[in-house]
T-cell receptor, first 114, second 111 residues
Framework: KAGVTQTPRYLIKTRGQQVTLSCSPI?????VSWYQQTPGQGLQFLFE???????NKGNFPGRFSGRQFSNSRSEMNVSTLELGDSALYLC?????????????FGPGTRLTVT | GENVEQHPSTLSVQEGDSAVIKCTYS??????FPWYKQELGKRPQLIID?????GEKKDQRIAVTLNKTAKHFSLHITETQPEDSAVYFC??????????FGAGTRLFVKA
């Protein structure tokens, strides 16, 4: 099976712009979670989607939003970019069948805001 | 609120020695405790996990112990090798849908 893929891999944006990141989960996985990774803050939970529904959200401002499509692919959007949004954005998919909670991470999208 | 504290932030050991990383969580409803390894420039990968109905789990040189009463769990790596050098993250699963990670431990194994 193909692994989790994320596009684009690298992105440079200017303050005030908006950005959309995409994540394609492993085939058959219906749960997709998004994380922000920075050197100082580690892995911070953004939100989780399952069958097109957001089931949980982290402590991020409303500028961060996401959605999931019927094929389980997910996108996250950040509007009005700030310098502090520069980070590696990781998505992870999970099968969530029975007691399986293992998350499989994508390679990430490195966002730089200038 | 949900919180996972991880210690130490940096750990340096000699090849062949053991390494122990400890995590403490706040929500007693947590029921799943995974450990992820992230090598430089790569994505995090699950190395071992434990559920709340088990006190200890072992997989070759890696073991995890869980103390639900004290709300802490630990990762034990024995006979460390240079390829064990990486950042290790503990995590807990809240409500089945939200994974909270510790801040990470950078492990250096000196040959």
């Amino acid at each position: 099976k193909a692994g989790v893929t994320q596009t684009p891999r690298y992105l440079i944006k200017t303050r005030g712009q908006q950005v959309t990141l995409s994540c394609s989960p492993i085939s058959g996985h219906r749960s997709v979670s998004w994380y922000q990774q920075t050197p100082g803050q580690g892995l911070q939970f953004l939100f989780e989607y399952f069958s097109e529904t957001q089931r949980n959200k982290g402590n991020f401002p409303g500028r961060f939003s996401g959605r999931q499509f019927s094929n389980s692919r997910s996108e996250m959007n950040v509007s009005t970019l700030e310098l502090g949004d520069s980070a590696l954005y990781l998505c992870a998919s999970s099968l969530e069948a029975g007691n399986s909670y293992e998350q499989y991470f994508g390679p990430g999208t490195r966002l730089t805001v200038t | 609120g949900e919180n996972v504290e991880q210690h130490p932030s940096t750990l340096s050991v000699q090849e062949g020695d053991s390494a122990v990383i400890k995590c403490t969580y706040s929500d007693s409803a947590s029921n799943y405790f995974p450990w992820y390894k992230q090598e430089l420039g790569k994505r995090p990968q699950l190395i071992i996990d434990i559920r709340s109905n088990v006190g200890e789990k072992k997989d070759q040189r890696i073991a995890v112990t869980l103390n639900k009463t004290a709300k802490h769990f630990s990762l034990h790596i024995t006979e460390t090798q240079p390829e064990d050098s990486a950042v290790y993250f503990c995590a807990t699963l809240y409500g089945g849908f939200k994974t909270i990670f510790g801040a990470g431990t950078r492990l250096f194994v000196k040959a």
